[in-house]
């Protein structure tokens, strides 16, 4: 498949933990990003994280960093969102997306999975 397909989201209280997972197809290799955009309810999305298939580069929002960590299956075609100390704050949908470098030019955004996080 072209766009992203993403999986896991749940509800879940605060403080705790939750994997997102996304698939994606790398047969265009040229889109070497893949990575998570969330959207809270009434704000607009916003980026969470991303990686690089092909060296691993690691990016994060200054909101998540040291609670959440991405990583990547090369065997699988899968990249994980591992999200530690969860808050009301993180609630949201989360896409996972897929791009050329981190410019976001030309995302492919997959349908989204929803987060709620409860206090």
């Known amino acids: 498949q072209v766009q992203p397909v993403e999986s896991g989201g749940r509800l879940v209280q605060a403080g705790g933990s939750l994997t997102l997972s996304c698939t994606a197809s790398?047969?265009?290799?040229?889109?070497?990003?893949l990575g998570w955009f969330r959207q809270a309810p009434g704000k607009e999305r916003e980026f969470v994280a991303a990686i690089s298939w092909s060296g691993g580069d690691t990016s994060y929002a200054n909101s998540v960093k040291g609670r959440f960590t991405i990583s990547k299956d090369d065997a699988r075609d899968t990249v994980n969102l591992r999200m530690n100390s969860l808050n009301v704050e993180d609630t949201g949908v989360y896409y996972c997306?897929?791009?050329?470098?981190?410019?976001?030019?030309?995302?492919?955004w997959g349908q989204g999975t929803q987060v709620t996080v409860s206090s």
């Open positions: 790398r047969r265009t290799f040229v889109r070497d990003i």
């Open positions: 997306v897929s791009d050329r470098d981190l410019k976001w030019g030309d995302i492919y």
